[in-house]
């Protein structure tokens, strides 16, 4: 098994600092340990999923990297103190009476911004429109945000941490609300983000489809990371039981899994 502690960078990296690293870190509420002995690197560039059950502490994972959680052992370290991270949650509950447009509720994520209901300035309309139209998603602008369909509101969450002007996105199980056809855009579009703005993206997600063709690199998590690694290694029989179960079928997931 690779061990994530071990992994070397990858070789485009290899003479530049990782964005962050966690040491030996655990995580505890109360009594119970949602995460333990994690050791990871996250490097510039990286396209990096996280993998697991249910439990595993995937989310609780994001929430510790953006300082949300404290850790109740070891230590995430940043290599530079201003890095600039970009959050989009799993789900943002929202009243679909809610009389709010996307491009008001965008407005409201600008740190200058004056925005509230019926009109956004002109300065802060310019970002707005910059991030949808980096989305292909310029259209919804004048939307109501409560009628949105699932990838149309994932793309405006997405629309609204860019306006942070992140190095690294976070995203918390991005497919979660969408279907297929939304899931293929949303690859297609986070690709183009990583390509075209140099992003560091870090995902969670139980689609393994998605993982599979979106992550350069995939942690396959439950509480402490059974592996780290090339998709095409991580997504085996081997590492999948040891984060599933034993009993783990591989047609649960759709397509062939490789048997290393």
């Given at each position: ?17 990782p ?12 009594p ?15 396209l ?42 799993q ?31 002109g ?6 429109r910059?991030a ?15 009628l949105?369909s ?73 509480q ?11 997504l085996?029989?081997p590492?999948?039981?040891?984060a599933?179960g ?10 062939p899994?490789?048997?290393?």
């Amino acid at each position: 098994m690779i061990s994530a502690s071990c992994l070397p960078a990858p070789s485009v990296f290899s003479c530049r600092a990782p964005l962050l690293r966690m040491e030996n870190l655990g995580v505890r509420f109360g009594p119970q340990w949602a995460l333990r002995g994690v050791d990871l690197h996250i490097w510039p560039g990286d396209l990096l999923a996280f993998i697991g059950p249910n439990g595993a502490g995937k989310t609780t994972l994001l929430r510790a990297i953006l300082g949300l959680v404290p850790p109740a052992e070891g230590r995430i370290v940043q290599h530079r103190p201003d890095l600039r991270i970009g959050y989009v949650p799993q789900r943002l509950s929202l009243d679909a009476a809610f009389p709010l447009t996307v491009e008001e509720f965008l407005a409201l994520n600008l740190r200058d911004s004056s925005a509230w209901f019926g009109g956004v300035p002109g300065k802060q309309r310019r970002a707005v429109r910059e991030a949808l139209e980096t989305l292909q998603a310029a259209h919804l602008a004048r939307k109501q945000l409560g009628l949105l369909s699932g990838g149309q509101f994932q793309r405006v969450l997405i629309a609204a941490a860019l306006l942070r002007d992140p190095e690294m996105l976070l995203l918390d199980e991005p497919s979660a609300s969408i279907d297929r056809r939304g899931t293929e855009e949303l690859q297609t579009f986070l690709q183009d983000l990583h390509q075209t703005l140099g992003l560091t993206i870090v995902f969670v997600s139980h689609d393994l489809h998605l993982v599979h063709h979106l992550a350069d690199r995939v942690g396959c998590l439950n509480q402490s990371f059974c592996g780290v690694g090339p998709p095409q290694e991580i997504l085996s029989e081997p590492f999948l039981a040891a984060a599933y179960g034993a009993a783990l079928a591989p047609r649960r997931f759709g397509f062939p899994l490789a048997r290393s």
